[in-house]
């Protein structure tokens, strides 16, 4: 009897969710770019000790072993529209990849030109 209760009291613990201190960011992170997260230092130094460890470099180099470019082989009678869907495959992965290691390297944001109008000069008479 005493085994079960301590078995539901232990249940219990794991369903109650963790008291954490939450910062509530009020947009979706599936819209922040690369060019923004780059330009943040604080992110951009978490990403840099992610990918920098070493327990996380297998790992991307089996993504880097899974690309399809690996496993790919033209046939010489493939249709010119197949050909061009496993171009985009593996141009697509490629550039995940490559998002991917930009995210630990800093880049200072594009300053955002002004638009501006002058009248021109009328050269003529």
Do not use: C
Not at 41 to 52: G, M, Q
């Amino acid at each position: 009897m005493d085994f079960g209760i301590t078995i539901m009291k232990r249940f219990w613990n794991w369903l109650k969710p963790p008291k954490r201190r939450l910062l509530l960011i009020r947009r979706f992170s599936t819209r922040v770019r690369l060019e923004e997260f780059r330009a943040i230092p604080e992110l951009v130094a978490t990403a840099k000790k992610f990918l920098n460890d070493p327990e996380f470099q297998p790992l991307l180099e089996v993504l880097r072993n899974e690309s399809p470019a690996s496993y790919v082989s033209i046939d010489p009678m493939l249709p010119l529209d197949a050909r061009a869907v496993l171009q985009a495959r593996i141009e697509g992965y490629q550039l995940a990849i490559n998002n991917l290691m930009a995210m630990g390297e800093h880049k200072k944001a594009a300053e955002e030109l002004e638009a501006g109008y002058e009248q021109p000069e009328n050269d003529m008479p």
